[in-house]
């Protein structure tokens, strides 16, 4: 069994400069410009349930309310407590991306 691995934005951007050229820290300058716009987009007050961000050939994160829950304490003292509903960012791949995932 092999050992887990974390891929970094570093990881990305040496790929990205071997493949495409430039340097490795301005490939992971505009990684980073990607993400924070990304992140701006995604955080934006005005969004609301249904709202998406859709990136061709990659996915569609949707933006979604998640209900509210009661949470039981599996310790056994008997304490429950409420989680509020909240929204959160789900992702489904685009096909041929997922399809790409799960080739052997």
Do not use: C, H
Not at 30 to 50: C, G, H, N, W, Y
Not at 72 to 98: C, I, Q, R
């Amino acid at each position: 069994m092999s050992a887990k691995r974390t891929v970094v934005i570093n990881d990305i951007a040496r790929r990205l400069a071997a493949e495409k050229g430039g340097t490795i820290k301005a490939r992971e300058e505009q990684i980073a410009e990607v993400f924070d716009t990304l992140r701006l987009v995604m955080s934006d007050p005005e969004l609301e349930d249904k709202d998406r961000v859709f990136i061709k050939d990659f996915g569609i994160f949707k933006f979604k309310l998640r209900s509210g829950r009661t949470i039981v304490n599996g310790l056994g003292y008997g304490e429950n407590y409420e989680v509020p509903p909240k929204y959160m960012w789900t992702f489904k791949p685009a096909s041929a991306f997922a399809t790409e995932l799960n080739a052997d």
